[in-house]
């Protein structure tokens, strides 16, 4: 049996992986720095709701099993706010759920 910390932790990571894609959750991803300032904004004030539909705006969507969590240094992630951490993670796609083109075993 998994630890509850365990569990979190991955469930964590799964909703990264899911909304990694989506702008508003991850400025750094955008396009224009008015497009950054925006997201910023908005990302403090994601409701459950708001989290719960990520999956159907996200152009692809896996079931993925977590292997490797890896903060990231802060030189490797300068506009991180005080208080948070970026992690790389790494998983296996264990389905895939949506998605044009397929996607690699391994994702990170």
């Known amino acids: 049996m998994q630890k509850k910390s365990t569990i979190a932790m991955k469930t964590l990571a799964s909703l990264c992986l ?3 894609s989506y702008t508003a959750v991850f400025p750094a991803f955008s396009q224009t720095n008015s497009m950054t300032a925006q997201s910023s904004t ?5 409701t459950y709701a708001d989290i719960a539909d990520l999956p159907d705006a996200a152009p692809l969507v896996a079931n993925v ?3 490797n969590i890896v903060q990231l240094k ?3 992630a300068p506009d991180v706010p005080a208080g948070y951490r970026r992690v ?4 296996e ?3 895939l759920i949506r998605g044009e083109g397929g996607i ?3 994702v990170g």
């Open 88 to 91: 790389y993670v790494e998983a």
């Open 93 to 95: 796609v264990t389905a």
């Open 42 to 46: 908005v990302a403090a004030g994601l």
């Open 74 to 76: 802060p030189e490797q």
């Open 18 to 20: 899911i909304s990694a």
């Open 65 to 67: 099993r977590i292997s």
């Open 104 to 106: 690699n075993p391994t």
